[in-house]
């Protein structure tokens, strides 16, 4: 199920792949690079753990009645 709304998504993504570009450009890959890849790997999915875990989510469902 997924809990990342499409802005956020494409935030995240932008964020993510920065940093990891950053960090290969400036010759050290951690922490930061670590960092971009997670947000990269939840953009994929679609899914945050820490949302999950808090109950928190930024996608709007459509519920039909």
Same mark, same amino acid.
């Given at each position: $199920? *997924?809990? @990342? /709304?499409? &802005?956020?998504? +494409? %935030? *995240? ?5 920065? $940093? @990891? %570009? !950053?960090? @290969?450009?400036?010759? +050290?890959?951690?922490?930061? +690079?670590? @960092? !971009? =890849?997670? &947000? %990269? =790997?939840? %953009?994929?999915? !679609? ?7 808090? !109950? ?6 459509? =519920?039909? /009645?």
């Amino acid at each position: $199920m *997924r809990n @990342i /709304s499409r &802005l956020e998504r +494409s %935030v *995240r993504l932008w964020f993510g792949l920065a $940093m @990891i %570009v !950053g960090c @290969i450009q400036a010759g +050290s890959l951690l922490p930061w +690079s670590a @960092i !971009g =890849l997670m &947000l %990269v =790997l939840t %953009v994929i999915a !679609g899914f945050c753990p820490m949302y999950a875990m808090a !109950g928190f989510r930024t996608q709007i469902c459509c =519920l039909r /009645s």
